[in-house]
């Protein structure tokens, strides 16, 4: 079946920079887009960004400039890299396709505060 694993969250600075991977498996991970998402505490799950399988990226307003997507192919694997972190960036952040499947992951914890 298909799974998500994330890693690479933590405490951090506003300001400071932390770098997300996923591992996805299940999948034939290069048809697909990879998205990033975060639920904050009290609000819904939201979209941060995604990549198409040819590299091309978007981003949402609030973190465009600031967080960078990356991925690779041939390690199913999918980063999220965060600069500049802001409190409101304080989430935690899970890796799905985009459209999203109904299967998630655990999801990494991001604490932006100081």
């Known amino acids: 079946q298909v799974q998500f694993v994330e890693s690479g969250g933590g405490l951090v600075q506003p300001g400071g920079s932390l770098r997300l991977s996923c591992v996805a498996t299940?999948?034939?991970?290069?048809?697909?887009?990879m998205g990033w998402y975060r639920q904050a505490p009290g609000k819904q799950r939201e979209l941060v960004g995604h990549?198409?399988?040819?590299?091309?990226?978007y981003y949402v307003d609030s973190v465009k400039g600031r967080f960078t997507i990356s991925r690779d192919n041939a390690e199913n694997m999918v980063y999220l890299q965060m600069n500049s972190l802001k409190p409101e960036d304080t989430a935690v952040y899970y890796c799905?396709?985009?459209?999203?499947?109904?299967?998630w992951g655990q999801g990494t914890q991001v604490t932006v505060s100081s």
């Open positions: 799905n396709t985009d459209p999203s499947r109904t299967s």
């Open positions: 990549i198409i399988s040819g590299g091309s990226t």
């Open positions: 299940g999948i034939i991970f290069r048809l697909y887009a």
